[in-house]
C-alpha cells in the first residue's frame, strides 16, 4: 500500500512569516484592525485564531474576504519566500523513498504551483486547499476516502495547533514542527503525535512509523 505525507505550506515547507506579518498588517490598515507589533508576536503564537481574531478586532465572518485579499498580496510577494532551511532536501529523499507528497493549505493553489515552481520543484506534488481555514480536517477526511486510505497509510507534517486538531478528527497522526508559526508548549498540550525539532526528523519519523505500522 503506498503511503503518503500531507504537508502544511505556509510555516512547515515555506518560511512566510515576515511576508504574511506584513501583508498582515497592510491589511490592517485598510480595514482599521489591530496592526501586529513585534512584542505581540510571540502571544500571538500562544493563541488559537478565534483568541487572536478577538485581540486584533476582526470579526470571524471578515475572514473568507480578508483571505481572497491576502492571496494576491501574497501572490506579489512570492520572491521574498523560501523555503524552509533542509525542506527541499527532506522532500527530495521522502520522494525518493516514494512517499507520495500532497500539500493541504488554506494558501491558495495558485500561490502554491507558482512558488514550487520558482524554487524549481516540479511533478512531485499533490496541491490541495481549503477557502475556510477552519476546514483542513474535512480536506483531509475527504482525500483519505477518495484513497481508499486508513491512519496507517497517512503522515501529516504541520506547524500550527488548528493542524494537531484537524488530525485528531480525522483520527491521524502527525508530526508538528517546531519552526512553524505556534508555539511548542502550547502545541504540547495539543498532544501531537510526534514532534520534528528539525527538517531531518521527519524523515525518521516516517520511516519508524511506516516501517512499523
Known sequence: ??????????????????????????????HNFKKVV??????????????????LNIPLYKLPVLAAEFA????SSLKEISPITGMKEVLAQLDIAEYKLVFISSNTKKNIKEF??????????????????FGKDKIIQKFMKSHNLTKTDVL??????RDIKACKKSNIDIIW????????????????AYIAKK???????????????
Open 156 to 161: 501529516y507534517v504541520g506547524d500550527e495547533i
Open 72 to 75: 494576491k498580496l501574497y501572490y
Open 1 to 30: 500500500m503506498e503511503k503518503y505525507i500531507l504537508l502544511d505550506f505556509d510555516g512547515t515547507f515555506a518560511d512566510s512569516k515576515n511576508v504574511v506579518f506584513t501583508i498582515y498588517n497592510t491589511l490592517a490598515e485598510k
Open 177 to 192: 514542527v517546531e519552526w512553524g508559526y505556534d508555539d511548542l508548549k502550547t502545541a504540547i498540550k495539543e498532544e501531537p
Open 116 to 133: 514550487l515552481a520558482c524554487n524549481e520543484l516540479h511533478g512531485i506534488f499533490n496541491i490541495l486547499c481549503s477557502n475556510n481555514i
Open 38 to 55: 513585534l512584542k505581540d508576536v510571540n502571544t500571538l503564537k500562544k493563541w488559537s485564531i478565534k483568541k487572536s481574531c478577538e485581540f
Open 199 to 213: 527538517p531531518e526528523d521527519i524523515l525518521k519519523i516516517a520511516e519508524f512509523v511506516f516501517n512499523n505500522d
